[in-house]
């Protein structure tokens, strides 16, 4: 399948997030990527924008009962940029994880106008 946009992820939090799932999990996390690079209109069940906030979206996991998300961007449309990720374990999108997220965004967008001087 031809890839529309490409993910990549942003430091090593997504990794470090990655690292510590099972098997299955991660499995079901590269497919979930897979989607989102190749799909040309990703389901709103696999990728969710934050309400409330400007660009941040989340990447829906979900296996057996149990939920993940994984915190992501995109840059010029096509550049999708995978942040932290979590467990979830309560209805709402835990304030402190959405938070996280959108500091790592801004420091994404700060270190690319530093390089760009």
Same mark, same amino acid.
């Given at each position: 399948?031809? &890839? =529309?946009? $490409?993910? !990549? ?10 690292? #510590? *799932? ?8 590269? &497919? =979930?990527? $897979?989607? !989102? ?10 990728? #969710? *924008? ?25 840059? #010029? ?41």
């Amino acid at each position: 399948m031809d &890839k =529309i946009r $490409e993910v !990549i992820a942003y430091k090593d939090y997504f990794e470090n997030f990655l690292r #510590k *799932q099972p098997i299955k999990v991660q499995n079901k996390i590269f &497919k =979930i990527i $897979e989607a !989102i690079e190749t799909l040309e209109r990703i389901p709103e069940s696999y990728l #969710k *924008q934050i309400k409330g906030t400007k660009g941040l979206y989340e990447a829906r996991i979900s296996l057996a009962s149990n939920i993940w998300r994984v915190f992501c961007f995109f840059d #010029k449309g096509k550049l999708v940029i995978l942040l932290n990720g979590f467990t979830k374990k309560t209805q709402k999108t835990p304030k402190i994880e959405i938070e996280k997220a959108l500091r790592l965004m801004n420091d994404y967008y700060n270190e690319k106008m530093e390089e760009t001087k």
